[in-house]
């Protein structure tokens, strides 16, 4: 099949690497956002996230003619819709799935739908988003058909195809990655098998849309579900008087044991949203997928309660101060190491809650960021390192970012440590 052009609906932390990447194979690629700020700094060459060689990929394809930006969708022959797929409270369950920007995506691209063309949801989605994305392009556009009605013989091609990547790797592991690709026929598989071969050097293995929707899902619950092990590790250990990072190292010389780092919580737009998926679709037979989030998610006010331990033993040996005289130093704010990515960071939801209950100062240590989010602005200061280390009396590690771990513990001095990922 020949793709003249393709439309990228969605820049953010996939929509524009998977955008800059095809563009860069020379084939003319439209993206489309609703944040006018990041359509015009595409535009310039620049990028509007943090992404490692993703400038100049970005920039290559800008300057070249390949790669533009706009607000509104325009006629091409595939559509990548990377959306986000965030939770919202329904009838007291704060996990349920909220599909309101595929709608919207979906709605958006319809009138510029043309006989032949592709569609391919690339967001990580429940079960069934993919064929509800159908019906709601099909109510847009009744002149055309849709798998769902006409099988092989539809108007639009239609698949899922969930992305697979690594933040801070992402341009590499798009190119080098696996894709799993589920069509609702075995036209549409094809298609978009065609598509992702412009730019995938790794295998594009078919099957169901369905399927691929779960795969995404299960690879992420997988994940989960072990550092949830690893999470309640250390919280047995911790009662235990145990070093739990020693009894890691030790467990893991079994040569068939591989349990994974404990650490703040798990964050992070997969790991941490995905397996609500499952349990939202199935709720009575996702036992040990509910589980594990439930650990993973009281991760984060057990290290609080850690954090208070810690001004407590402060004020003991200073018992001519108060809580507001205990300087609080947090140590990263990313979910996971050297990125700026906050979504659904337990760092950061553990310095918020801190910025609460904590009546003395609150440093945080982000390198990777230049201000604090609107959460924590007039509630804590971001500082430099050093700054931190210099005026903590408690000093809690949350992110393990390269140069934490270059920081000799000897220079902690006889401040009260925190160390939620083995760092010090």
């Known amino acids: 099949m020949n793709f003249d052009t393709i439309s990228v609906i969605g820049l953010g ?30 535009n310039r060459g620049d ?19 390949y790669l533009r930006a706009t607000t509104s969708p325009e006629p091409a022959d595939a559509f990548l819709i990377a959306v986000p797929t965030p ?7 704060d996990h349920v799935p909220d599909l309101s920007y595929i709608e919207a995506a979906s709605k958006a691209i319809a009138p510029v739908l043309k006989k032949g063309a592709l569609v391919i949801l690339e967001s990580t989605s429940p079960v069934g988003a993919t064929e509800q994305m159908a019906a709601w392009l099909a109510e847009a556009r009744p002149d055309l ?21 690594l933040p801070g790797h992402v341009v590499r592991e798009l190119v080098e990655n696996d894709r799993v690709i589920g069509g609702m026929t075995a036209k549409c598989s094809a298609a978009a098998t065609a598509l992702y071969q412009i730019f ?33 590790l250390s919280i047995i250990c911790d009662k235990l008087d ?3 990072w020693e009894l890691i190292r030790l467990a893991n010389r079994h040569p068939r044991v591989n349990i994974l780092q404990p650490g703040p919580g798990v964050g992070g737009h997969c790991i941490a949203v995905d397996p609500w998926f499952i349990v939202s679709e199935t709720p009575d037979e996702a036992r040990l997928i509910r589980t594990a989030r439930e650990v993973n998610d009281g991760k984060p006010q057990w290290v609080i309660d850690k954090v208070n331990e810690a001004v407590g033993k402060f004020l003991s040996a200073n018992p001519d101060k108060t809580a507001k005289d205990v ?13 700026d990515d906050l979504r659904e960071s337990p760092a950061l939801k553990i310095v918020e809650q801190l910025a609460i209950s904590h009546p003395g100062r609150l440093l945080a ?36 970012h390269k140069g934490f771990k270059a920081v000799p513990s000897s220079q902690l001095g006889n401040k009260l440590l925190v160390d939620t990922r083995g760092v010090w």
Do not use: W
Not at 27 to 34: A, L, M, S, T
Not at 150 to 161: L, N, V, Y
Not at 201 to 206: A, F, K, Q, S
């Open 13 to 42: 932390y996939i929509g524009l690497p998977t955008a800059a990447v095809i563009a860069s194979r020379r084939k003319k690629v439209i993206g489309v956002d609703v944040n006018p700020h990041a359509v015009e700094t595409i």
């Open 47 to 65: 990028i509007h996230i943090v992404e490692p060689e993703l400038d100049i990929v970005v920039h290559a394809a800008v300057k070249e003619g």
């Open 87 to 93: 939770f919202k409270a329904e009838n007291g369950n």
């Open 145 to 165: 058909t849709f798998p769902q009605a006409h099988g092989e013989e539809s108007d639009i091609r239609i698949a899922h195809c969930p992305e697979r990547v």
């Open 200 to 232: 995938v050097e790794g295998e594009c293995i078919t099957t169901t849309a369905r399927t691929a929707e779960m795969a995404k899902l299960t690879e992420n619950s997988f994940r989960d579900v072990n550092i949830a092990f690893a999470n309640e």
């Open 242 to 244: 145990i070093n739990v």
């Open 327 to 339: 300087t609080i130093a947090c140590f990263g704010l990313a979910f996971k190491p050297d990125i």
């Open 365 to 400: 240590v982000e390198p990777n960021t230049e201000r604090l989010p609107i959460s924590l602005k007039e509630k804590a200061t971001l500082v430099i390192l050093d700054e931190a280390l210099s005026k903590a009396d408690v000093i809690l590690m949350l992110v393990d």
